[in-house]
């Protein structure tokens, strides 16, 4: 009896090893998913008293497009091929009225889900009023100003700005491959310390020399946030954007641990889509927000500048571009010096060449002006200022097999709009 006893507290001890953990976190929720905020500890955001409300579109005036799909030829509303995927939400809002606004898989109006890396550009936003604020002095300050036990780490974190963060050109080693429970970004994700994995952090480049998308880069950001304002990422969040923006939900953002508390400043923030659709709107108004200035018109403009050399990639926010066409058919030439010499010949000052996936192939994008910020199940907020427009999508999994069709037509929803 006593040999039983003892073999049952030692495999409840090694299943509750097991679910602690960070590996076997890892295994146990393998990738991300829009629901964990739920097993994670996380901080509220409180709205204010006086909530913001778009214009609601007259019913003769509803918005659902039809588009024919490229597979089968088949032509189906924009409805339709929402209720296809695995979307949860989608908003869109031109001149401040709602010209569509639907949730699927049960989700409602004021549900929350996790946006992921859509959090890095509200980070970013942050990071904006805090330098407006004072709290930071410049995008030039070093991360050791604000988190000096990083000097004894390494000494390319004494080179390492807050711009270097903001652009993605830290200069890290770290596997951004979510697909494995041993890569860095798992122990990010669920780890139980943010700060220890950016301490264990080795650089490969210098500081500010390549580019590379990099989670971890926004999680040093928060951090930075936290230090120089004295106050949680939350706190400053709630008082900074939730409350001035005439939120309507309370949110939340996910944290390392109960005990640390440090916000996961990449990618755990949990909120509505219309709420998310009054920070598009912040930038749409160059940082205004019902005639206040909440964020420097500068910062607006750093951020959503196109930047090619950087993958159209400015300050944690996607700057807009489009795949050149003429007379509505792509042009791909052989080799990048063949495309960069085409792009030269048509004129144009500002532009990037990129290879097609799998393909022997290479295209030319070009700006266009409108800027996003994305998640990884393309959780998107698509922001088009020559159209006034607002698309806000939040959903399960990126859905190539049917929004793949969708995001192709993302940019022409914008245009279209009619209101």
Known sequence: MRRYQAKIILISITVITFASCT?????????ADIDD???FHNDTIKCGDNKFHFHRAESDMIYNPSITLRKDSVKITLDSLMKRSSTIALVIIKNDTVLFENYYRGYKRGDVS???SMTKSVTSTLIGIAIDQGYITSVHDTVTKYIPELKKRDPNFSKLTIEHLLNMRTGFKFNENRMSPFAKIAKLHYGTNILGVVKSMKFEHEPGTVHEYQSISTAVLGIVLERATKTSYAKYLEQ?????????????ISVDSKRKGVAKAYGGLNAAAIDLAKIGRLYLNSG?????????EDWVKRCTKSYPENDWYKYQWYNGYKTYADSSRYIYKPDS???VNYAKQKGFKTFSVYKRWKEEKWGISIPENNFQAVGIMKQMMHVDKDNNVIVVRLGYSSDYGVLGEYFGFLRSLAMNAHQ
């Open 37 to 39: 905020h739920k097993i």
């Open 114 to 116: 996790t946006i992921f």
């Open 23 to 31: 590996l076997c976190r890892g295994i146990r929720y393998w990738d």
């Open 240 to 252: 900074n954007l939730w409350i001035p923006l005439g939120m309507e939900h309370n949110a939340s």
């Open 288 to 296: 205004k927000f019902n005639g206040k200035q909440i964020l420097s």
């Open 337 to 339: 010096i063949s495309a």
